[in-house]
Nanobody, 125 residues
């Protein structure tokens, strides 16, 4: 099983960015997908998730209104679009996959079965 995240980079405050994450080795449609991030000196936190049925998104309060999560089942890929980026969005962003489907599980780091390697997003002021 492999999760491959891409799309990170250095951007300026106010810019937008799209991260992609592809899942291989398992049936993509069986998995809900999550995006997490870990900033310097901080714990890993949930950014949002997408359910495997219907692609229903959930967003953490810290990004609500500035993020959009979508999935393309034909490409086994989930996307995280972030808008109006702030310096505090600077972090390593990780994608993860879980077969669990309850809303509570999708918000919990420990519920995820597989993790990608992370992609760095740096927002300059």
């Amino acid at each position: 099983v492999q999760l491959q995240a891409s799309g990170g980079g250095l951007v300026q405050a106010g810019d937008s960015l799209t991260l992609s994450c592809s899942l291989s080795g398992v049936r993509f449609t069986n998995y809900a997908m999550g995006w997490f991030r870990q900033g310097p000196g901080k714990e890993r936190e949930l950014v949002g998730s997408s359910s495997n049925i219907g692609g229903i998104p959930y967003y953490a309060d810290s990004v609500k209104g500035r993020a959009s999560i979508s999935r393309d089942n034909s490409k086994n890929t989930v996307y995280l679009q972030m808008y109006s980026l702030k310096p505090e969005d600077t972090a390593v962003y990780y994608c993860a996959a879980t077969r669990r489907q309850t809303p509570a599980a999708l918000t919990t780091t420990g519920s995820y079965d597989y993790w990608g390697q992370g992609t760095q997003v740096t927002v300059s002021s």
